[in-house]
């Protein structure tokens, strides 16, 4: 469904992320567009009014969109995220298990069982949503967010994994911490993370080196 | 070089926006009133988009070692060159141990302060312009401190004032042109009367990163929350308390409440002007035609700023 979301925008609603990414790729590659940015269930994308008519650029977009989208290769790699759990390093863990009515090892376990895909990288530079988790982990968000959470908190949320590359007020709950660096604006690619990659969270042992 | 004496309440370097990376999670950030910033840089001689200084609500006091030229435009404020009144919208020269001190704001959020040249920043994904939150661009992503030091080239720029019809006026009570976004939907008639009729009044935490809008309170016929989705500068949306909160250059690339108006793109470069205690009416106007009137207030200003279309 091709909606007008403003005078220079334009929403595309999708069935599901996968869509969504697939979509903006295809969007994106025709390089005509100010922004093209892919939701959990949409793309929106904002043309420049100045140079474009609105016609114009909804007959281009249908034209996308009729074509059908065309899924993304799954990627062979799998990004290995180090996570030290609990602790000072996920200061959520413990009530979060313990409303979950589960142990620490048990959520761990959980947690590191299974591949999971970036959803969606935004909210601030290289943060990464990263889906589904298994339904013995979905959790609320935090009623009271936090000013403040650090940068490379693993953290929970409903049925996400949220990565949070940077220092940000933010209201998911932190259950680990990992040493990767997720956005360096001085590297060649500042962002490690990009939607459609595969992650698995690797726990660190205590004593581990972070 | 060109010494900071005193740093002002938050005065970052900033240049043009860095577009194309919002999927990435960066926003688009650089001058929050674009239009302001590139009638400063026209003064001296720059390209709209120079590096330059922008100042919030008290400006920063300089210190030069060079002779250059510098100029003043964005809100109304008093400025002074080693004591005597100097004027915004007017290239002025410095000289070697000059004291610029730019003053607090009368009216309007932010002053730019170009220099002939421009400030010699690296370009950081795309930009010299300073991201606050992820600590990016300009002086090492942070606003400037007493004891900066700034490097300029030095050299006169021909003596240029902004024409009358160029001057944009200060107002405390604005009206922006708004359309119809994705979950205005969720607002039924009795709740956009509210929307459009309503004196909001700009929340006292006014920054980069947007500003809430008091007044009334909205009730949205839902939990206040939905799948994370796209968001720009100029979005309002409305959180589960009901307070609308609108979004300005370097907030969040998407989010989870409602977006209940999107600010056409003519009149974004005024959320840079907007300050806590303002006045603000959201007015409801066709996509199309907010196309047609960003088309004709680019023709006015190409006169003056041949490059408005990409500045506004």
């Not at chain 1, 530079?125 to 693993?154: C, D, M, N, T």
């Not at chain 2, 990435?24 to 674009?34: E, F, H, L, M, Y």
């Not at chain 2, 609500?57 to 300089?62: A, E, H, Q």
């Not at chain 2, 935490?205 to 929350?225: E, F, H, P």
Request: aromatic share 6%; proline share 6%.
């Amino acid at each position: 469904m091709l909606t007008r979301s403003a005078d220079d925008q334009f929403c595309l609603s999708v069935k599901s992320t996968a869509d969504a990414q697939a979509l903006a790729v295809q969007i994106q590659e025709s390089n005509q567009w100010l922004d093209v940015v892919p939701g959990i269930n949409s793309v929106v994308v904002r043309f420049d009014a100045a140079r474009m008519e609105p016609d114009d650029a909804e007959y281009r977009l249908r034209k996308i969109v009729d074509h059908g989208i065309e899924p993304l290769a799954i990627p062979e790699q799998i990004v290995e995220i180090p996570v030290a759990y609990g602790g000072n390093n996920g200061p959520d863990l413990e009530r979060v298990c313990k409303s979950l009515e589960i142990t620490q090892p048990e959520f761990i376990a959980l947690h590191t069982a299974k591949v999971f895909p970036v959803e969606l990288v935004g909210f601030t530079p290289g943060f990464a949503f990263i889906g589904e988790l298994q339904s013995q982990l979905h959790f609320p968000r935090r009623k009271e967010p936090r000013q403040s959470v650090p940068g490379g908190s693993v953290a929970v949320a409903d049925s996400r994994t949220g990565l949070y590359a940077l220092s940000s007020p933010g209201g998911w709950n932190i259950v680990g911490r990992t040493s990767l660096r997720l956005f360096d604006s001085a590297a060649e690619d500042p962002f490690l993370l990009s939607p459609g990659m595969r992650v698995r969270f690797v726990p660190l042992q205590n004593g581990d080196q972070q | 070089m060109i010494r900071v004496l005193k740093p002002g309440l938050q005065t970052t370097i900033q240049s043009r926006p860095r577009i194309g990376l919002r999927h990435r999670g960066v926003p688009s950030g650089g001058a929050a009133d674009q239009l302001s910033l590139a009638l400063a840089n026209k003064l001296v001689g720059n390209k709209w988009d120079a590096p330059a200084l922008e100042a919030t609500l008290i400006g920063p006091t300089l210190l030069f070692d060079k002779s250059c030229s510098v100029s003043i435009a964005g809100g109304k404020v008093a400025t002074t060159l080693n004591g005597a009144p100097v004027k915004s919208h007017e290239c002025i020269p410095v000289r070697v141990n000059d004291e610029l001190a730019i003053g607090g704001l009368l009216s309007g959020a932010r002053v730019y302060i170009a220099f002939s040249g421009g400030l010699q920043f690296e370009s950081v994904l795309g930009s010299a312009s300073t991201n606050l939150q992820a600590a990016f661009g300009g002086v090492d992503g942070r606003a400037l401190q007493a004891g900066d030091t700034l490097r300029a080239l030095a050299r006169l720029a021909d003596n240029a004032k902004t024409p009358d019809e160029f001057r944009p006026r200060s107002l405390a009570s604005v009206a922006l042109r708004t359309c119809e976004a994705m979950e205005t939907d969720l607002l039924d008639d009795a709740q956009r009367t509210v929307l459009f009729e309503s004196k909001w009044q700009v929340g006292q935490r006014a920054d980069r990163m947007g500003m809430r809008l008091g007044g009334a309170l909205l009730d949205v016929t839902s939990d206040g929350r939905m799948p994370s989705a796209a968001v720009f500068p100029g979005t309002v949306q409305c959180p589960e308390d009901g307070a609308p909160y609108l979004l300005s250059v370097d907030a969040g690339t998407v989010g989870g409440y409602p977006r209940i108006v999107q600010v056409a793109r003519l009149d974004l470069h005024i959320l840079g002007q907007l300050r806590p205690g303002d006045r603000l009416r959201l007015l409801r106007t066709d996509p199309d035609e907010a196309v047609d009137l960003l088309r004709a207030k680019h023709d006015y200003w190409r006169e003056w700023l041949p490059d408005i279309a990409a500045i506004i």
